[in-house]
Each structure stands twice: as C-alpha cells, then as structure tokens.
C-alpha cells in the first residue's frame, strides 16, 4: 500500500516556520519547544517510514484582507494583488524545485513516467524508494490572467483549486459567489491542459457552477461531509453525491474542528472519527471509490488538534488498521488510503 496524502502545506511552513522538510517533525518539535507553535507533523522521514508515498503539495498564500494572523517566526505569506500572488506562490514552488535538486528522495510529479517510477520505487529497499510531490495550487490568484496559467503548467502544476477565500475566478470559503466571467475561462484553460480541478473551499454555488462546466478531473483535495462540521467551508450530501456522479475523489482533513461539531481545544477525538467520515461518504455514494486523505497537516494547526494517535504524518496508516477493523475489504482499503487519488493523476498527467 502507498499511501497518498491529497493536501499538504509544506512550502508554506518553511516560508512560515523556517522547517525544512527533510527533517523529522519530531526533531522540529523539539527545536520549537516553549515557543507556542502548533506542533509541527510534517517531515520527509517520518513520512517515508509510514509509507506516505505521494503527497498534494501545495502553493498557498492567503488575501491580506483575510487577516490570517498566525503566531509564526516568519510573516505568513499574504497578498494585496495578483502580482503579489504570483510572486509568492513562485517563491514556494521554487522550495520545491529545490528539495527534488537537492535530495533524491524527492521527486516532482510532472508525467506518467515520474509517477510509475515513485510507485516502482516502493518495491524496492528503504534506501532507494522515492515520496513524489505533486504541485497543487490552493487558490488561483498567482495566475495573472487565465493564458497565463500555460506557465505555471510548464513548471509543474497539475491541479488548481480557484478558491480559498473568493479569488477573481470564483467565491470561496466565507465570500459566497460563482464562478466569474474570468473563471469560466479559466476552467477552459484548465481543461485544455487536462488539469485536475480542486473543488474544495468553492463556494456552493462555484461547486456546482463548477461541476455542471468543467470538463476534465474533478477532486476536493481536503474538504469534510457537513454532517461532521456544517459550515460552508464542507461539503453538503448534495455536493458529495455530484461529485462522486463525475468520478471525483475528497480528501478527509484530519483536524478536529472539521471531523466534529462539539470539539474544543484540550478535548481528544478518538481516531474512529476519521473513519466515521470516510464511511459517511462511502454510504453516501455506495462504494470506497470518490473518498481518500487530504490530511492538511500543519496548515495552521498542530498534532494536539488532531484525532488521538496521529503524531506526525508518518501515522496515517492507522486509519487503514480501524477501516480493517470496521470489515472493510483490502482493496477498499488502498482505494480509500491512496488508489482512488492516483487514478485521478493517472488520468490527468502527460506521458512525459
């Protein structure tokens, strides 16, 4: 089994914390000990020994206007204008190009070919195997215009979602609306590439606008069922069913605040919850096929707001030992923890 984790800010904590990646999580802990930082979970061994084959590794930064204040040694990188956006989201996607050049343990998904050679590689000893990253845009502000996006293609990125808050292609978390004149073309440019298109925190009316015209790939890379956590930012049984009527596949963010209602800081949520979500959308849709991780893992959160026995990343296997418990079957059980994103990239990436 490989594991697939659909969404990972990795870029934005070495922007935001100075991590570097290559690290052990653990290690970061121990450096941050007494600062008062969410407790870092990210980190290339840890991920490597659970078997975290493929990750969704984003370009984020948020809207000034958002005032998405963290405590973090460095400023978290924000935006006035699309330029700005532009800048920043290069900036982390250099970070990335950096660690695939610097450590053979990294490989940038760009083609069919880098896929199937991180998959081969985890038939092979420890030392030889390979986590590939795939370049996920959260938020469609750093495309300057929808033509513009064949550049950012050219450089590797392979699924964009419009929103995070509203952008100037669609309405998102908090900022209700549609698609915009400028998002309907883009999703014309996107499909053109054959990109994978990120559903999650769309508003619903984009979802939908969304799902009715695009024509390629769909995912909501991390988003919840609205039964755990009803708000906007979620997913409604309608939205889960619509995507799942176009093949998609969501990813289940294991943060407490969006696998329960009643949680607050200082309470443990057993992992079951994790597994509660996962069969919601299994039951919703009548199979394993359109659910999967979008962990988020240290995207402004820590391992203390995380269901119990979740540490680092290198934990997201024990989802797949409770699903084994529940009766599912092992091939549910890879679709669930990792298949069901790889056919989306396997449908999606050029050859070479």
């Known amino acids: 089994m490989i594991i697939v984790d659909a969404h990972q800010d990795i870029a934005w904590n070495t922007a935001c914390y100075g991590r570097d990646y290559r690290t052990s999580a653990i290690i970061h802990r121990e450096n941050e000990i ?3 930082y969410p407790k870092p979970m990210l980190g290339l061994p840890d991920a ?5 084959g493929i990750i969704f590794s984003t370009l984020f930064s948020a809207p000034k206007r958002a005032n998405f204040s ?6 978290a990188p924000e935006y006035a204008d699309a330029q700005e956006a532009y800048q920043q989201a290069g900036a982390q996607l250099d970070y990335y190009e950096r660690l695939a050049d610097e450590d053979e343990r990294i490989k940038l998904v760009n083609t069919q ?10 038939d092979k000893p420890m030392g030889e195997r390979k986590q590939g990253l795939v370049v996920l845009m959260e938020g469609a502000d750093p495309i300057l215009e929808p033509r513009q996006f064949e550049e950012w293609y050219e450089r590797g990125v392979r699924i964009v979602g419009t929103s995070w ?3 100037r292609y669609a309405g998102g978390t908090g900022e209700p609306g549609g698609l915009t004149k400028l998002g309907y073309e883009l999703l014309e440019i996107l499909a053109s590439f054959n990109t994978i298109l990120d559903l999650s925190h769309m508003a619903e009316q984009a979802f939908n606008e969304a799902v009715e015209r695009y024509e390629g790939v769909l995912i909501a890379s991390h988003s919840n069922p609205r039964k755990f956590r009803s708000s906007d930012r979620h997913l409604s049984d309608d939205m889960i069913r619509r995507l799942a009527d176009r093949d998609g596949v969501m990813g289940i963010v294991l943060y407490n605040a969006f696998l329960s209602e009643k949680w607050s800081k200082g309470r443990v949520l057993p992992l079951t919850i994790v597994a509660d979500a ?3 959308v299994c039951q919703l849709t009548g199979s394993a096929r359109h659910v999967g991780i979008g962990s988020d893992f240290d995207g402004g959160f820590g391992a203390n707001e995380t269901p119990d026995g979740l540490e680092t990343a290198g934990d997201l296997y ?3 030992d409770i699903l084994r418990e529940r009766g599912y079957a092992d091939n549910d059980i890879d679709a669930i923890m990792g298949e069901n994103f790889i056919r989306q990239l396997k449908a999606t990436l050029p050859a070479n």
């Open 113 to 122: 070919a880098d896929l199937r050679g991180v998959m081969e590689s985890w």
């Open 165 to 167: 808050r509203s952008t």
């Open 48 to 52: 490597m020994l659970g078997r975290v």
């Open 70 to 75: 963290l405590s973090t040694p460095n400023p």
């Open 34 to 36: 007494g600062r008062g």
């Open 278 to 280: 996962i069969d919601h």
């Open 318 to 320: 024990l989802i797949a």
